[in-house]
């Protein structure tokens, strides 16, 4: 076996564990152990990762809002969902009296297999996916798809007139932003010629000089990429899309009637969607697992894929520090009259850069055509609203 | 014809009947949704990937999304104190039977008009999507045309509906 260079077994190492594992059973169950330990693999890291977000998240808040955030478990506060963990597992499950008990338990646990599903088309290194699909973009969007049943299903099985309500909210939400969140990738596709993310990803694995070949870094990706991270922003109803389990206002949306274990699971899903979506963002635009330079392949590229997630993690917890909530007719207004007719101009421009070649022409035209488009829809829509001293008409 | 063929074949049944039998409105729509998915499982069962994904996508994410927002929206959706067989079942009888009859006819049909392979073809998504804007592109536009005037009619008809209730 020739030489290979330490960087590559450490960019493989996951790989290689999985492969030495594998030999010691027989060869009849080799290619279905390899999948199994895959599964563990993901059903392992996710909530690990999970659990160290929660921590982030309230820090940061923390950090954000002047204070402190958890700061008593364990060295600063950093085993706090250890003792969240145990309280959920412990904690008496109620189920209201008037309730739906079977669509009530059923709920929670489509939303969590559904967004468990997402991961396996994930490309999270060099040769780390699960199932290499030719239409994985589609069975991502796919399984995002059946989210929305499960957060109907628990809306309506608790009886709650705030469940349903943040029911109601949220599948309208993530009805309105899925159209701009499939369109928005399609310009990928249209591109990169492949629904397999794999193949994406190889696509965007190349160089000039020392700067990569992103998606993002064109016209078109750019302006995809912004409307990518709007619609995927209220898909995971993260603030300031958070209307359907506004706190201020619906107690919890949607989940409000579940306690312990189950409420755990709402919370578990609703973060690794964030993480799933997140990483279909950095598959799409950012390259995947692919250096941000040339010379950084040095470092293995499961790194920059878990990166990558982490920074959009970060940036959906900075605005949700910054960013006041929407109300409901802005919510709906931007989705329809600003987010998805931008994305339907994104993908006539990305026509016409495929089609006309190399060359800076493509560039400026498309810049072109983006910014024109952006600062008269902008206008437009700014036109009839009045900026001025707040008035209240329910509350004077 | 595997065990899992027969086992998703069970698990499609028993939802489309659930979705006749049972009497609350919302638990028939769920139970819909349980044979849509049996359905995709059995495109995924054909090797048509596409398909199989395109099921789920339109009918689990938008179909039975929208049917459930029609329930609530529309009525109450609590369940029928009267049985759940409509008055005129014999007449829909009839008509979901000769439905049954054409479609099967047409797919026999199919089967002798087209010539016999010895091994399931190969089928890309980039095949299909060649096809569909060559070969097909005109049935393609057709239905394009046919869901812009079913959406512009929808729009209309809860426009009166908003002047009438002001």
């Not at chain 1, 506060?77 to 145990?86: C, Y």
């Not at chain 2, 027969?6 to 638990?27: E, F, S």
Request: with cysteine; proline share 4%.
């Amino acid at each position: 076996m020739a030489a290979t260079p330490i960087s590559v077994t450490i960019d493989q190492i996951f790989i290689l564990f999985r492969d030495w594992l594998d030999h010691f059973l027989p060869v009849a169950v080799r290619p279905f152990a390899a999948v199994v330990l895959g599964v563990i693999a993901i059903a392992c890291v996710f909530p690990g990762l999970f659990a160290l977000t929660t921590v982030f998240e309230r820090k940061g808040l923390g950090r954000m809002q002047n204070r402190l955030g958890p700061n008593r478990v364990g060295p600063f506060g950093f085993f706090q969902p250890i003792a969240d963990g145990i309280k959920a597992l412990t904690k008496e499950d109620v189920i209201p009296f008037r309730a739906d008990a079977v669509v009530h338990f059923i709920a929670p646990l489509v939303l969590v297999v559904a967004v468990f599903m997402g991961f396996a088309v994930l490309p999270m290194g060099r040769n780390m996916v699960l199932v290499d699909m030719d239409s994985g973009l589609l069975f991502f969007f796919a399984m995002g798809a059946s989210t929305e049943l499960s957060v109907f299903m628990a809306g309506w099985s608790s009886r709650n007139k705030y469940s349903i309500l943040g029911a109601m909210r949220a599948v309208g939400q993530m009805i309105s932003y899925e159209v701009p969140l499939l369109l928005s990738s399609v310009s990928v596709v249209m591109i990169a010629g492949s629904l397999s993310l794999t193949k994406i990803v190889e696509a965007q694995n190349h160089y000039t000089g020392i700067f990569p070949h992103w998606y993002v870094f064109t016209p078109w990706g750019f302006a995809a990429f912004l409307m990518f991270s709007i619609a995927a922003t209220a898909e995971t109803n993260r603030s300031p899309f958070d209307l359907p389990e506004g706190e201020s206002e619906l107690v919890a949306g949607y989940f409000t009637e579940y306690s312990g274990f189950k409420f755990a699971l709402f919370f578990l899903g609703e973060y690794l969607g964030m993480f799933s979506i997140s990483g279909l963002g950095a598959t799409l635009f950012l390259g995947g697992w692919s250096a941000p330079l040339s010379f950084l392949n040095v470092i293995p590229s499961w790194i920059w894929f878990f990166s990558k997630v982490m920074a959009a993690i970060f940036i959906f917890i900075w605005m949700r520090g910054t960013l006041p909530r929407l109300r409901q007719d802005q919510l709906m207004n931007f989705a329809w009259k600003f987010v998805l007719p931008f994305t339907l101009l994104n993908l006539v421009v990305t026509a016409l850069w495929r089609f006309m070649g190399e060359g800076w022409a493509r560039w400026v035209v498309c810049t072109a055509i983006l910014a024109l488009a952006y600062v008269l829809m902008g206008r437009t829509g700014m036109h009839r609203k009045k900026f001025g001293p707040r008035s209240y008409r329910y509350a004077e | 014809m595997s065990f899992a063929f027969y086992l998703i074949v069970a698990l499609t049944l028993a939802g489309g009947l659930a979705a006749v039998l049972l009497r609350n409105t919302v638990h028939c729509a769920l139970a819909l949704t349980v044979a849509f998915a049996g359905l995709a499982l059995l495109f995924l069962g054909l090797d048509a990937q596409f398909a199989g994904f395109a099921q789920i996508l339109v009918y689990i994410g938008a179909v039975a999304i929208l049917v459930v927002f029609a329930i609530l929206l529309t009525r109450s959706s609590e369940a029928e104190q009267e049985g759940v067989f409509s008055k005129s079942w014999l007449v829909g009888l009839v008509i979901a039977a000769g439905v049954f009859a054409v479609l099967g006819w047409a797919v026999l049909a199919s089967a002798r008009a087209l010539p016999w392979q010895a091994a399931a073809p190969i089928v890309t998504v980039r095949d299909i999507g060649n096809v569909l804007v060559g070969r097909y592109v005109l049935p393609l536009e057709i239905v394009a045309l046919l869901l812009t005037a079913a959406t512009i009619g929808a729009v209309i008809v809860a426009l009166h509906e908003k002047e009438r209730t002001r």
